[in-house]
């Protein structure tokens, strides 16, 4: 790091385009957690038609993109000179989509938007291993140590339920020296009741 600080190099040390990534990494994560529980609310609509849904308005999306963005192969005559690599990584690309996309729809209409968005967030430390495979490339330390964070973070949500029923004891000494433990969850009793 600099010696006038982190802070400063940090802020510094990248082009315009970097906060532009920011700027829109925010905004799918804000977009995301709408979309959570907007799928959690929709209890009445089956998980294939919320789906096809979303894979509808992406084409739609695609096709307008391809109209107006220069340098796109797919809708134009270009179409073939694309490499059988790049359509066996879109290919690819589309069925995980499709299966994360599935598999997160039915896991909101079981499960809660909180837990469904922060057990998203292993995908992060998932990452990190398909990084190790694909480009041979190991994590650094620093990222290590944030999904190890991450992970723990994951957990204590996951087990909230569990850690306050926990840590939410009440002592109650309806007697003098005499004390009775009560999980909260049961309140404040009698002895005798």
């Known amino acids: 790091l600099s010696s006038e600080g982190s802070i400063p190099f940090l802020l510094t040390s990248h082009d315009g385009l970097y906060y532009v990534g920011v700027a829109l990494a925010g905004t799918a994560c804000l977009t995301g957690g709408l979309m959570d529980v907007l799928i959690a609310k929709c209890e009445g609509v089956s998980t294939p038609v919320l789906v096809n849904c979303a894979a509808v308005s992406g084409l739609i999306i695609i096709v307008s993109a391809c109209q107006v963005l220069q340098g796109c192969r797919v809708l134009s005559s270009d179409i073939a000179k694309i490499s059988w690599a790049d359509w066996i990584i879109l290919i690819g690309l589309a069925l995980s989509s499709l299966l994360a996309f599935t598999s997160m729809t039915l896991a909101l209409k079981l499960i809660s938007p909180n837990l469904v968005s922060s057990l998203r967030t292993v995908e992060l430390i998932l990452a990190y291993g398909v990084q190790a495979l694909v480009t041979k490339e190991s994590p650094d330390i620093w990222s ?50």
């Open 144 to 193: 290590c140590f944030g999904g190890g964070l991450i992970l723990s973070g994951v957990l204590m949500l996951t087990f909230q339920d569990k850690i306050s029923e926990i840590f939410s004891v009440i002592h109650v000494s309806p007697y003098n020296g005499f004390y009775q433990t009560i999980p909260a969850q049961y309140g404040y009793q009698r002895i005798g009741d």
